[in-house]
């Protein structure tokens, strides 16, 4: 099983000519098979996300990568992007994907047990975003979850996670990749989640 990869823009890193670069960044991970490109650059204006959206877009033309928007719906919309990726204190899934009129690929940030479990209630979801993993100059201050989180979520459950909490695959087509019943697939997810969320709430508890 390959793994869920998902580039997540930081002009900032490029220095004051960073167009170029970071499309080409874009191109090259998008060659290479990169599932998801998440366009956050939370600072600029609308116009200019639009714009850089687009040129996103053009920039993973005849791949198999996706590009969603961090947080702002309206500009994945009107730039025709496959999704938009959540921050947690967003509007629900279902409500942005009603809105939406698209089958988007709609994800969100969690980071602790609380919003792990709200996420889950609440549905909408194609996949969630864990973290963070480690420490990050991106998130100043954010206590990190560490690695022991996944961990201990056994391989055979954490294939089944990343199939169809990541890759959107139904439980039918996680099945078929994984040479097993349908329901095993359930089994090994809900085992998955449940591992997980725990891990999660010892993390936030200890912390």
Sequence with gaps: MSPVICLVTDRRRFGLRWEAPLLDRV????????????????????????????????AVRGTATRVVVNERADVARAAGAHGVHLR????????????????????????????????????????????????????????????????????????????????????AEAAQVLHVPVGTVMSRLHRARRILKQRMAERVVTA
Aim: proline residues 3%; without cysteine; charged residues 25%.
């Design 27 to 58: 191109a090259a991970a998008a060659q290479a098979g990169v599932s998801l490109v998440q366009v956050r650059e939370r600072d600029l204006d609308g116009r200019d996300l639009l714009a850089l959206t687009t040129r996103v877009l053009d």
């Design 88 to 171: 947690g204190l967003s509007m629900d899934g279902d409500r942005v994907r009603s809105w939406s009129g698209r089958p988007w690929v709609i994800g969100r940030s969690v980071h602790d047990r609380d919003e792990a479990v709200a996420d889950t209630r609440g549905g909408g979801l194609d996949y969630v975003l864990f973290g963070t993993v480690f420490d990050t100059v991106s998130k100043p201050g954010r206590l990190a979850a560490g690695v022991e989180a996944l961990a201990d979520v056994p391989p055979d459950f954490l294939q089944v996670l990343v199939l169809v909490d990541i890759g959107e695959l139904s439980y």
